[in-house]
């Protein structure tokens, strides 16, 4: 049986599955329940400085977009930080880790942008015994408008400074969660890797506003008439999030970075995925809050079935092997050539690889009459764009077959050539120029 044992900072779990900063570890209650259902760890709901609490509306916090069979795809979500007193907050951390020794529990903190608020609030925290804090630089709603949240991720310098802060005024490891809604997100991970950040979690929320009511033409969720933009979450965000992860475990400055991922994780193989481009934590949030707390039992049985049959005796021994794989286009095998073939035996003539190629594409796949409908790849037109792949209904029907004997008939040129990227094609310009 793999071994699941996670090792993130020095912060020891069971599993690498804990539960994101969010509505579902708010509360001592909330967080006992999920380490019963065999949670790794959590990162406790966003605490704020001492005071007069938060207040959050009444009314609709959330929104959603669903698929056609009702399945949820994206959740958006405009609640604030916790409103429940720091002082009770406090004292439930240290009452959940006194009695859950083996989890993960790290403190996520949201305090105004000077250093004697985050200082002050550093050593409340560190009372706790907690494991670790995390840095919420990514609410994109109500928190940003006070100067908090994404506006301080959008501004790599501000990282950077918060970051040294909490360096300097606590022992426990700092993880800097970044926010997506930004143009490059290496910038603010290079700038918690240069104010001393331990770890970077991503990604959090992307702005957002879910659909629009048009009878009563106003946001779908509204509060007395009214709405506002949101931070969304859930399956629709994952292509964001595995992109954003894969830019800091590649980049140059925060290779090798710790990274605590997040974005719409609802298998094993999500989480697998996030693992195999760094991670070294998944934090899930989406899913538990959909199918409930006891989700963790197929993460964790997929995620060791997947080891087992891989041979993967524990997750360091495929973490990061994909990251290797990825790279910027301009270094792609331009002579790399695929063609799509269709499986016969496999085809229903539904007829929308023929289609959606006539309209959309490049003309590559012809319909005949004989005996019945046919449809077939002509390979003088094909440039094996994977759109007919994509959207068969049938699995396997159509594949993507690499091409590696003959001449193509679509170029004249042989199959199998030299790799060739943009850097080195003579179509170049700068490569022009250079000769």
């Known amino acids: 049986m793999a071994d699941l044992r996670s090792d993130f900072l020095g912060i020891k779990s069971p599993n690498p599955f804990w539960l994101a900063s969010a509505p579902p570890t708010d509360r001592k209650v909330n967080v006992e329940r999920a380490f019963r259902a065999g949670w790794g760890g959590v990162v406790w709901k966003t605490l704020g400085e001492a005071g007069p609490p938060v207040v959050?509306?009444?009314?609709?916090?959330?929104?959603?977009?669903?698929?056609?069979?009702?399945?949820?795809?994206?959740?958006?979500n405009i609640e604030l930080i916790?409103?429940?007193?720091?002082?009770?907050?406090?004292?439930?951390i240290k009452e959940v880790k006194r009695a859950w020794p083996d989890r993960a529990l790290v403190t996520s903190l949201m305090v105004p942008c000077d250093e004697e608020s985050w200082k002050a609030i550093l050593a409340r925290v560190e009372e706790t015994e907690c494991d670790g804090i995390e840095l919420n630089f990514g609410c994109p709603h109500g928190m940003s408008e006070r100067g908090m949240g994404s506006a301080v991720g959008q501004v790599?310098?501000?990282?950077?400074?918060?970051?040294?802060?909490?360096?300097?005024?606590?022992?426990?490891?700092v993880i800097v969660k970044l926010t997506p809604n930004?143009?490059?997100?290496?910038?603010?991970?290079?700038?918690?890797?240069?104010?001393?950040a331990d770890a970077v979690s991503l990604i959090n929320t992307v702005n957002s506003i879910m659909g629009i009511d048009l009878d009563r033409m106003t946001p779908d969720v509204a509060i007395d008439g009214k709405g506002t933009h949101g931070g969304m979450c859930g399956p629709a965000v994952k292509p964001?999030?595995?992109a954003m992860v894969a830019e800091i475990a590649r980049d140059s400055v925060t290779r090798g970075l710790p990274i605590s991922a997040i974005g719409g994780v609802t298998t094993w193989r999500d989480a697998a995925e996030y693992i195999a481009?760094?991670?070294?934590?998944?934090?899930?949030?989406?899913?538990?809050?959909?199918?409930?707390?006891?989700?963790?039992?197929?993460?964790?049985?997929?995620?060791?079935?997947?080891?087992d049959r891989k041979g993967y005796a524990r997750i360091d021994d495929f973490r990061g092997r994909a990251v290797a794989s990825i790279t910027d286009w301009q270094h792609l095998n331009l002579n790399y050539?695929?063609?799509?073939?269709?499986?016969?035996?496999?085809?229903?003539?539904?007829?929308?690889c023929?289609?959606?190629?006539?309209?959309?594409?490049?003309?590559?796949?012809?319909?005949?009459?004989?005996?019945?409908?046919?449809?077939?790849?002509?390979?003088?037109?094909?440039?094996?764009?994977?759109l007919c792949v994509l959207v068969c209904p049938v699995e396997g029907c159509i594949t993507l077959d690499h091409q590696t004997q003959g001449v193509d008939p679509r170029t004249g040129l042989a199959y199998e050539r030299a790799p060739l990227p943009w850097t080195a094609h003579p179509n170049n310009p700068a490569v022009k120029a250079a000769e």
């Open 240 to 242: 964001i999030a595995l």
């Open 56 to 76: 959050n509306v009444s009314g609709a916090r959330y929104g959603a977009i669903h698929g056609p069979d009702r399945r949820l795809i994206a959740l958006n």
């Open 182 to 196: 930004i143009s490059d997100i290496r910038q603010p991970a290079r700038a918690a890797k240069q104010g001393g």
């Open 354 to 386: 023929h289609i959606v190629c006539e309209d959309t594409s490049h003309q590559a796949i012809v319909a005949k009459l004989d005996g019945g409908r046919v449809f077939e790849v002509n390979e003088s037109e094909c440039v094996g764009c994977n």
């Open 277 to 307: 481009l760094g991670a070294g934590t998944v934090q899930v949030c989406t899913a538990a809050m959909t199918y409930g707390f006891r989700i963790v039992e197929e993460l964790t049985s997929g995620l060791a079935a997947y080891m």
């Open 82 to 92: 916790t409103d429940r007193d720091l002082e009770i907050n406090l004292r439930e």
């Open 156 to 173: 790599p310098e501000y990282v950077e400074m918060v970051a040294r802060w909490c360096k300097a005024h606590t022992r426990m490891p």
């Open 337 to 352: 050539v695929a063609k799509a073939h269709i499986h016969q035996d496999l085809c229903i003539k539904c007829g929308r």
